[in-house]
């Protein structure tokens, strides 16, 4: 059974960090595309960062650009998002899904594809 599963989440003073997690089963990240994804209440959900599959290719939104990073670990089939200087503006919960591709497009963050393989989300409340 191909699953991602989240986890990381918590309460956090604005200027604080966090790192979350995204854990597969049933399959190899490795070969995938992983993004990480956000919604806000009564937000639609954006997509915030993206790792290619084969060289490790890093990708982000300007609104996490310089305080989020994604990276690998292969060995433990995980994909982090390391959060620095959260802002209150970053409460949300938190998705990883696999994509087809990713990077930028006229300058801008996006994505191809339809994601898939969500997990259940890590919740992230930015707040003093």
């Known amino acids: 059974q191909v699953q991602l599963v989240e986890s990381g989440g918590g309460l956090v003073q604005p200027g604080g960090s966090l790192r979350l997690s995204c854990a597969a089963s049933g399959f190899a990240l490795d070969y995938y595309y992983i993004g990480w994804f956000r919604q806000a209440p009564g937000k639609e959900r954006e997509g915030v960062s993206c790792?290619?599959?084969?060289?490790?290719?890093?990708y982000y939104a300007d609104s996490v650009k310089g305080r989020f990073t994604i990276s690998r670990d292969n060995a433990k089939n995980t994909v982090y998002l390391q959060m620095n200087s959260l802002k209150p503006e970053d409460t949300a919960v938190y998705y990883c899904a696999t994509l087809k591709g990713c990077g930028y497009y006229s300058g801008k963050y996006g994505y191809t594809g339809q994601p898939d393989s969500w997990g259940q989300g890590t919740q992230v409340t930015v707040s003093s």
């Open positions: 790792i290619s599959s084969s060289d490790d290719i890093t």
